[in-house]
């Protein structure tokens, strides 16, 4: 079966979006970019600031409510109904919780065909580069470096602490069928 989605899956600051943008121009045919950080972004003010939405702690930490996990499941929905109408679909996603973050997409895609990219990076690196992006908080990319992959299962990984996202988006490709 053609593969109808990618979702990538790493820490903040791991590389995923730059692997996305570079997916987009090798793969032979259009592909939809969807991130976590576009939800996120697209949240009113409020979210951000009730126990119920997600917020951001000093520390890097995240937290989910209620109300965000609600809204996610919806994202998650109309990102499967849009692979299902037809559209080639990449997920930049962090999967906070592991395995139940895996098994919340597995319940949204159903019987789509769907490649698993494990997107790993050192915690050092990673927190280098959130470092130098000045748009996170810091100890968010070291929190979750190890914790978007605990029970997780890819069909393939990549590891983004030496190798390059052009590098990464070819090993991908190569798994697209």
Known sequence: MTTQMIILNGGSSSGKTGIVRCLQAVLPHPWL????????????????????????E??????????FRALEAAWMEGV???ARAGARVIVDDVFLGGAAS????????????????????E???????????????????????????????????????????????HAIAAHVI
């Open 102 to 121: 895996q098994q919340r997409w597995r319940k949204a895609v159903g019987d789509l065909s769907v490649l698993w990219v494990g997107v790993r990076c």
């Open 33 to 56: 970019a969807c991130g976590i950080d576009s939800l996120v972004d697209s949240l009113p003010a409020s979210m951000q600031a009730s126990p119920d939405g997600i917020g951001f």
């Open 123 to 169: 915690s050092t690196v990673a927190a280098a580069r959130e470092t130098a992006r000045g748009d996170r908080a810091r100890g968010m990319a070291a929190s979750q470096a190890h914790v978007a992959h605990e029970g997780v299962v890819y069909d393939m990984e990549v590891d983004t602490t030496h190798a390059e996202s052009l590098t990464c988006a």
């Open 58 to 67: 000093a520390d890097g930490a995240v937290t989910i409510g209620a109300d």
């Open 80 to 82: 499967a109904a849009t």
